[in-house]
């Protein structure tokens, strides 16, 4: 007959569940399932500990709370990563992260707009001369990177 093995984790090591624990050692933190070590970072690698803990979550291994409890992290953190994983696998958590494009009102771009404007024409029409979202152009009159000329009504 087989005898059923116990975790046993290494001395120092902290509890996330019956089966799964994690220690944190001369700047490294190894996860341990059952007896066996499973995965190593550094300890200020955030993108690795969101991936190994998200895996831990989609394989069954840990509930969302218990890596909440067992790291001190926000839930909704927990709940993050393991959409990540979900929609990009383990190469979204090292993929470059995504910023905005170039800014659609350069220099270049207000000055000539502000020439248009000056002319009197209407700030839809710049707008739509330019090729810029309106919203995008009314919240630069609004905030004062643009100023548009009201015009004069002429009384009879």
């Known amino acids: 007959m087989a005898q059923p093995q116990l975790p046993m984790f290494p001395e120092g090591s902290t509890e996330v569940t019956h089966d799964l624990a994690f220690e944190k050692r001369d700047g490294s933190v190894t996860y341990f399932y059952g007896s ?9 690698d955030a993108a690795s500990f969101k991936m190994i803990t998200a895996q831990f979550y989609i394989n069954g291994y840990v509930k969302q709370m218990d890596i909440v409890r067992a790291f001190g992290v926000t839930p909704i953190s927990v709940k993050r990563a393991v959409k990540l994983y979900q929609e990009e696998g383990v190469q ?6 995504k910023t ?4 659609v009102l350069t220099d270049d771009v207000l000055l000539k707009a502000q020439q248009y404007l000056n002319e009197g ?12 979202k309106r919203d995008t152009f009314s919240k630069a009159i ?6 548009n000329i009201k015009k004069k009504k002429i009384k009879h």
């Open 142 to 147: 609004r905030t004062g990177r643009l100023h």
């Open 92 to 97: 979204g958590f090292y993929a470059e992260k």
């Open 36 to 44: 066996l070590p499973v995965f190593t970072h550094n300890e200020n």
């Open 100 to 103: 905005r494009g170039t800014a």
């Open 121 to 132: 024409q209407e700030p839809c029409d710049v707008a739509d001369q330019l090729g810029i």
